[in-house]
């Protein structure tokens, strides 16, 4: 009698417990949906700091913004940790049709590129792809610029861009062993503007010059090609790689009311690529999780787990903050709950992924009203997260609408415009409703 | 009886001839809706040619390829008219804030602008337009660069860019009566994206440094200026205006069967500005208009009157081509039956405008099937034609779906790719149809 009247004690003491804490969920969706906390922090960072390649002064401003704009936010904490990486600067790139049909080329180094040390002319020599490149003979290959021509499929989970990437990444040390003197790839982009696609390339000694063309221009060679005469180039590309560089993770933590050593770490990445401002190329992902973790911290009391925002340094040249971050914490994984990081722009999130049935039949009825599909186990957490989930930390995933995200991806054109606010609000509902629910529950 | 009997042949000759002439309209517009001559036409110029700023040696090559490509393209007769104006040329430009949020700005030097002689550093002041910057005090402008924040309208016939353009043209001269040491506009243009759209300012001595920013730059400066600090811009500009420019109105002309000195002027710009291709403006009217001619010429006899086909030069800098012509043909413009520009790239013509009822009844019922709507009395022909139209020429008008014209209008991004062949097609058709029937008709 007495057990089952405890039993039933603890029964009602969940249900009493659990409610409340689906009601705040509840309340802190609604509440995300009229906020302009994100906005606020997108427009700042990306007016005040704008582009913020890392390693630079820019970068550095980007660091002490973040830091003021997290202790503003009332966090528990806000600390710093340092990242170090070659710094890779661009100083400028120009291209020309020399002939037959004479012609500037809009394109952008890629970061880690080499550069042409003055104008370097060469004829063009046409691939579709790597595939076509690697079966290519040297012979084919030797004192030329390779051009590859892959493009890119629109979709609206970025599978398309993941095919259309390795180009970017491999095309010059290929094309390097093969012999030629620089590579030109079409703009690993969906858009058909005249906007070259930056972004980076692996790390090599001695790299070719390498650069991405705007879909525009790639076309324009493609046409050229077609009329079947010689088509010669001259590139000059002036950029450099130095040792030295550092930034920092800039971190700040909401701590948990009952296991503060637990953490839910939710984030995005401060760098950006020095071409555009950085709006959908990570400013949303700061502002989305920012916003998320602040009005939880706005709750009248802390969740039972910390909440932390980690904005990771130099992301865009190689997941440089994401590596330093698992590496200085990697005794204090099994600590870390779960982790996400918020890098797709601000469109709308579409389905929720997290391999954790109970979690899900948790977290559904709160976020279906936003338009949100039960998702399967996700097969990732972000690129930052990549470091920590193959170290063993649990990962869950709002997929958004990326449909229009490698429009303006890595281009000048990744500007406040491009962010609908009311889509930067359904994110930062949905990230506020999955990481409470996280830190909150049993 | 005899009468009658003759008057019966009359009429019935009459009705013979005027089906023949309808139904040679009618497949003159169905060939023109299968033919490739008018993407062919604009593929070569943008590929071949590329941007074409007058009076550079690009300009010559395009009027070479022009002189070429209506020679192959069978007209009777072609041949080239001088046109002399100043030269500017775009040597480089760049923008940055300097304080407090220092970030480059994406600006493009206006055609005769002045140039800054090195960087350039002064507050910015902004005004919402002419009429703002009109009333305001000497005081509040002397020494700073003026800063011109008004809009353009997206609109079916380009009338928001017919209210916004005074900015480009005499925001730089009134800047410099107030004091002002630079001017920046925002962008005639209704896009959104970082293209800062070129376009002529007045010709004036010593002129101020003029640029455009693109919107985004100019919405980025507008969240700069919301935080009441003062806002420092670096400006370098170098451009220079030389006497003593030259090119060529390209004439070709299908001379008419019976009255060969009575012309049908149907006509584009062969000139570009330097930054894109010219595709939209106005690689798609050489095409429109030289393609339409070309399928008349094809028919087996020439019509009653002639189709002259003008490709004028330098109408980017202040129509100086349509005037070279109205000055050169001023005493045979009796003899210029009607005349009319496509100047307004590749969208759907959705309206025939044209003050001559009885040719509307002619010419709609094969104007209808292409969606063109009967229209009023033509209220220009193009900027070309206005010198002729003010010299008391007919003028008609296709008038074409602009909606997009002004997202791409005079920046880097007017590139093939923004031609949709199948509208370039239906105006081809609708020129096609216009031009036969006004040269055949009685």
């Known amino acids: 009698m007495r057990i089952t009247l405890s039993l039933l004690v603890l029964t009602m003491m969940n249900s009493v417990f659990a409610d409340t804490m689906l009601d705040t969920a509840k309340q802190l969706r609604e509440d995300a949906l009229q906020s302009n906390l994100a906005w606020?922090?997108?427009?700042?960072?990306t007016t005040e700091v704008g582009p913020r390649l890392a390693g630079t002064v820019a970068d550095e401003q980007a660091v002490a913004w973040a830091q003021a704009m997290l202790k503003d936010a009332g966090f528990d904490r806000v600390w710093l940790e340092p990242v170090k990486f070659p710094v890779w600067l661009r100083h400028h790139e120009k291209a020309r049709v020399v002939s037959p049909y004479p012609q500037p080329l809009h394109i952008s180094a890629l970061g880690y590129s080499g550069s042409t040390d003055g104008e370097l002319t060469a004829e063009i020599v046409a691939f579709a792809g790597l595939a076509e490149l690697k079966s290519a003979s040297a012979t084919e290959v030797e004192g030329k610029i390779v051009f590859i021509n892959q493009s890119t499929d629109r979709s609206i989970d970025g599978s398309g861009y993941g095919k259309a990437v390795?180009?970017?990444y491999a095309g010059?040390?290929?094309a390097k062993e093969k012999g030629a003197v620089a590579v030109l790839i079409r703009s690993v982009g969906t858009d058909s503007h005249r906007f070259p696609h930056t972004g980076s390339s692996l790390r090599q000694d001695m790299p070719l010059p390498a650069a991405a063309l705007s879909a525009p221009d790639a076309d324009q060679l493609v046409r050229m090609l077609a009329r079947k005469t010689p088509i010669?180039?001259?590139?000059?590309?002036?950029v450099e790689t130095n040792a030295g560089g550092q930034s920092y993770n800039v971190i700040g933590q909401i701590d948990g009311r009952e296991k503060p050593s637990e953490v839910i770490l939710v984030s995005g990445h401060l760098d950006s690529w020095d071409l555009g401002t950085g709006a959908i190329d990570d400013g949303a992902g700061v502002a989305i999780t920012t916003a998320a973790a602040q009005l939880i911290g706005a709750l009248p009391?802390?969740?039972?787990?910390?909440?932390?925002?980690?904005?990771f340094a130099n992301e865009e040249q190689g997941i440089w903050g994401g590596k330093a971050y698992a590496k200085a914490h990697h005794e204090e994984l099994d600590q870390h709950y779960y982790a996400s990081e918020s890098d797709f722009g601000a469109g709308l999130v579409w389905q929720f992924d997290v391999a954790d049935e109970v979690f899900l039949d948790l977290a559904m009825p709160l976020l279906k009203p936003l338009g949100i599909k039960r998702g399967v186990a996700a097969s990732g957490g972000g690129p930052d997260i990549k470091p920590l989930m193959d170290m063993g930390v649990s990962v869950f995933r709002l997929k958004q609408n990326g449909l229009d995200y490698f429009d303006y991806h890595h281009t000048a054109d990744d500007t406040l415009d491009k962010i609908n606010p009311e889509s930067l609000r359904q994110n930062v509902a949905a990230w506020a409703v999955v990481t409470y629910l996280l830190a909150e529950r049993k």
């Open 40 to 45: 606020d922090i997108v427009e700042s960072l």
């Open 166 to 168: 390795p180009v970017r």
């Open 172 to 174: 010059g040390k290929l």
């Open 232 to 238: 010669t180039i001259a590139l000059d590309i002036d």
């Open 301 to 311: 009391q802390r969740p039972r787990r910390s909440v932390r925002v980690v904005l």
